[in-house]
C-alpha cells in the first residue's frame, strides 16, 4: 500500500495510519512526527524549524522536501508507506510527484478525509499521545482503559500533549490548510488519484471506507496483503 493521507489538522491521519501499518505492516511516514523528533533529538533541523511548528505555520519547501525524501530511501519503505501530512501545497505535490518518478514508485491512491471545521478543534484540544509508543488518545474520543498507562505499551506516565494543539495555532494551522493544501486537491483529482471518505464517522468506520476506495482501485494487487502474526 502506497498512499497519501490528506486532510486538515485532527482529520484523523495519525489515527487511520497508525491502524493501516499494524494491520499491512506499512511505514507511517508523518512529517511533523519527523520534526517534533528532529527537536526532541535538538538536531540543526530541529533548531531551525522549532519556532516554525509553534507558530504554526509551513516550514520551507526544500527542508521539507529533502526530509521526506530521505525518509522514503530507507530500506522499510520498499512494502509500502502512509504519507501523513505531505504533501501540504501544491509544490510539495509536485516535488513528490518527480522524486517517486525519479525513485520508481507508484502511488496507489490520495485519500482525502473530510471533516468540518467545528469538530476540528474539539479533536485537537482533546488530543495526547503516548510518548513510549507514538499510540494516540483523545480526552473523549478515545480514552485510555488506565488513566495513567498507555493501552498499547503499558507506559506509565507517558501521555504528552503536542504544544501546538492550542486554539490559537490550531486557527493558523487550519487557515493554512485552507489556503494552501486544500488547492493540492484538484492536483490529484485532475490525475484520477483523488479518493475522499468521511473523516466524522466512528475510527473504525473510517479504516473500513479507506479499504473500500482502495479496493476499488485496480492495480493495487497484493500490495494489501495482511500482514502476517506470529
Ligand atoms: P497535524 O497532525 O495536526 O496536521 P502535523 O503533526 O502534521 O499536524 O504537523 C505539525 C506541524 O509541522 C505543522 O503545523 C507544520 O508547522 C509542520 N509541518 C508538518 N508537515 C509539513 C509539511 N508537509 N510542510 C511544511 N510544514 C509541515
Ligand atoms: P491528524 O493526524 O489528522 O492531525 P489525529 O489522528 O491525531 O489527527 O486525530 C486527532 C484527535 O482526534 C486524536 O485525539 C484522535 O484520537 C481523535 N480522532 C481521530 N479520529 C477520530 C474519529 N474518527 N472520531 C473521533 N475522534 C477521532
Ligand atoms: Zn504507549
Not at 20 to 40: P, W
Not at 183 to 207: C, D, H, Q, W
Request: hydrophobic share 35%.
Amino acid at each position: 500500500m502506497r498512499i497519501i493521507l490528506l486532510g486538515p489538522p485532527g482529520a484523523g491521519k495519525g489515527t487511520q495510519a497508525r491502524i493501516l501499518t499494524e494491520k499491512y505492516g506499512t511505514v507511517h511516514i508523518a512529517a511533523g512526527d519527523l520534526f517534533r523528533d528532529n527537536i526532541k533529538n535538538g538536531t540543526p533541523l530541529g533548531k531551525q524549524v522549532e519556532s516554525i511548528l509553534k507558530a504554526g505555520t509551513l516550514v520551507p519547501d526544500d527542508v521539507t522536501i529533502k526530509m521526506i525524501s530521505e525518509r522514503l530511501d530507507q530500506p522499510d519503505c520498499k512494502n509500502g508507506f502512509v504519507l501523513d501530512g505531505f504533501p501540504r501545497n501544491v509544490a510539495q505535490a509536485e516535488a513528490l510527484e518527480k522524486m517517486l518518478k525519479e525513485k520508481g514508485v507508484k502511488l496507489d491512491a490520495v485519500v482525502q478525509m473530510a471533516v468540518n471545521d467545528d469538530e476540528l478543534v474539539e479533536r485537537i484540544s482533546g488530543r495526547f499521545t503516548c510518548s513510549g509508543c507514538g499510540e494516540g488518545y483523545h480526552d473523549k474520543f478515545k480514552k485510555p482503559h488506565n488513566p495513567e498507562s498507555c493501552d498499547k505499551c503499558g507506559a506509565k506516565g507517558t501521555f504528552t500533549r503536542r504544544p501546538d494543539d492550542n486554539a490559537a495555532t490550531v486557527r493558523t494551522r487550519l487557515e493554512t490548510y485552507h489556503h494552501q493544501t486544500k488547492p493540492i486537491l484538484p492536483f490529484y483529482e485532475s490525475r484520477g488519484m483523488l479518493k475522499t471518505v468521511n473523516g466524522m464517522a466512528s475510527m473504525a468506520e473510517v479504516t473500513s471506507q479507506i479499504l473500500a476506495v482502495l479496493g476499488q482501485n485496480k492495480g493495487s494487487g497484493n500490495n494489501f496483503a495482511p500482514k502476517k502474526h506470529g
